[in-house]
């Protein structure tokens, strides 16, 4: 038994990631993988948004169909990890509030 490969589909076009504007600001390599691995600690659902959102620049809308919640629960899970974000970032940047 063979399959035509006309009949396999191939895989669904990637999505070209948008530049953020603020990717022109120079932000240290030291700094931006301690970001990252800091990223990574975050709770799962949190880390889901946060990298979707801020890392790979989906909308919060689309990190909601991806993930298959609102954008009620999208939106309360980006700014948890944000907010946690912030503190780490200012805590790697010796700022104090």
Excluded: Y
């Amino acid at each position: 038994m063979s399959i035509s490969t006309s009949t396999v589909a191939g895989p669904p076009p990637l999505k070209s990631i948008p530049q953020d504007p603020r990717a022109e600001q120079h932000i240290p390599s030291g700094v931006m993988q301690a970001v990252m691995l800091h990223a990574l600690q975050l709770p799962r659902s949190c880390r889901e948004m946060f990298l979707l959102c801020d890392v790979q620049w989906h909308s919060v809308s689309e990190a909601a169909m991806i993930l298959g919640i609102s954008t009620t629960l999208a939106n309360r899970r980006l700014q948890q990890a944000r907010g946690q974000m912030d503190e780490v970032i200012r805590r790697l940047c010796g700022v104090r509030q």
